[in-house]
């Protein structure tokens, strides 16, 4: 697609009609005790992760039309774009070395922490869970809004504000699961700004594959649902700050401007 055409899209117009999709869930949410059937903490109104899919569609379909839209789902197997290979490296596992270094470091503290489980056999059904997740997801911020909206902006404030955004979006289903406000300042205000970053990252070295994106999300949602145990002891005060200083040194090699201009490069 164009830059011209990209220019046209209005980030804004795709956050207010998510944000409206997203509402019925919270209310549903609000009048149902329990949560969902999984072992993790996930409120009903975590389904509302299908609320940037739809946005993304309704906005394509006014301007596209059928046609958009397959376009659109088209991306979901750009994995060809990935290149060199060599990306699949952060790609699969920075998040899960993230993850694990905040667990060492809790560890260290001397935390009273559950003993390990982890269920090996389950994980192929949380990867392919949460892949449907993350394809939901990331047709709608990095499909539809992250591409206008680097037309208008630096790859580090798209990152910044798609994170605040896509944090804010994430908060009502945080209180309904009975998360506390030092929980969620942290998870949404600091580590989601940061993981969004690290996904525009991704995806401007990828030549804007979406299933890096894809792939990436996916091994987030897996990493925490695998963390002591289910995601109970799960600290984003820890995780958000090595996630933070993650984001700040690939700003400083990288270049804030494109994310995507390694300094060192020969």
């Keep these: 697609m164009s830059t011209d055409k990209l220019a046209k899209r209005s980030p804004l117009k795709f956050f207010l009609l998510t944000f409206a999709l997203a509402t019925p869930f919270w209310l549903i949410g609000s009048m149902v005790k329990r949560g969902l059937p999984v072992p993790m903490n996930l409120p009903v109104s975590a389904l509302s992760f ?30 060809k774009k990935i290149k060199p290979k060599l990306w699949y490296l952060p790609i699969i596992f920075l998040l ?4 694990s270094l905040s667990y060492g470091i809790m560890r260290l503290q001397d935390r009273p922490l559950p003993e390990p489980q982890i269920p090996f056999l389950t994980i192929p059904i949380l990867f392919i869970g949460f892949l449907i997740t993350a394809v939901c997801e990331e047709l709608g911020w990095m499909g539809y809004a992250a591409d206008s909206m680097r037309c208008r ?17 994430h908060v009502v289903p945080d209180i309904q699961a009975h998360h506390d406000l030092a929980w969620i300042v942290w998870q949404r205000g600091v580590y989601s700004v940061a993981f969004r970053i690290l ?12 299933f890096a994106a894809v792939l990436f999300h996916d091994m987030d949602n897996v990493s925490w649902s695998l963390f002591p145990n289910n995601g109970s002891h799960y600290d984003p005060a820890i995780t958000g700050l090595l996630t933070a200083i993650t984001a700040v040194i690939v700003i400083f090699l990288w270049g804030s401007k494109t994310l995507a201009r390694y300094r060192y490069a020969s």
């Design 153 to 169: 902006w630096s790859a580090l404030t798209t990152g910044i504000v798609l994170g605040l955004v896509w944090g804010l979006l």
């Design 96 to 99: 899960p070395a993230i993850y």
């Design 199 to 210: 996904i525009v990252w991704i995806y401007n070295n990828t030549r804007n594959s979406i």
């Design 50 to 79: 299908v609320s940037p899919l739809i946005a993304a569609l309704i906005l394509t379909y006014r301007k596209s039309k059928l046609f958009g839209i397959e376009q659109l789902f088209k991306r979901i197997f750009d994995y």
